[in-house]
């Protein structure tokens, strides 16, 4: 049974930084693409960042990129998303997920976390 456990959030003032974790279960997570994604009430889920595992490749949206890191542990079977410099529209409650084939931002992953809520705060 595949299990994704999210990790990490909390409640940080902007310029602040995060970093979430996301430990797997059941997959590994050196065969899968894997992506974090973000919602706030109201709007749909939206893209922050991927790495692929046939390339290694990460990608970033627009709105953090030079500000998050995507990265992964093989070792802990966990992904981390790194989040520097935050600022009060980076709160929502952030995902990640996993798929073997997925395009990386699209948010179509088979396989999705619990999620864990950040709050930056002015």
């Known amino acids: 049974q595949v299990q994704l456990v999210d990790s990490g959030g909390g409640l940080v003032q902007a310029g602040g930084s995060l970093r979430l974790s996301c430990t797997a279960t059941?997959?590994?997570?050196?065969?899968?693409?894997m992506g974090w994604f973000r919602q706030t009430p109201g709007k749909e889920r939206e893209f922050v960042a991927g790495i692929s595992w046939t390339t290694g490749n990460t990608y970033y949206a627009d709105s953090v990129k030079g500000r998050a890191t995507i990265s992964r542990d093989n070792a802990k079977n966990t992904v981390h998303l790194q989040m520097n410099s935050l600022k009060p529209e980076d709160t929502a409650v952030y995902y990640c997920?996993?798929?073997?084939?997925?395009?990386?931002?699209?948010?179509?992953?088979?396989?999705w976390g619990q999620g864990t809520q950040v709050t930056v705060s002015s």
């Open positions: 059941g997959l590994t997570v050196s065969r899968y693409h």
């Open positions: 997920a996993a798929d073997p084939r997925v395009r990386i931002s699209t948010d179509t992953y088979n396989y």
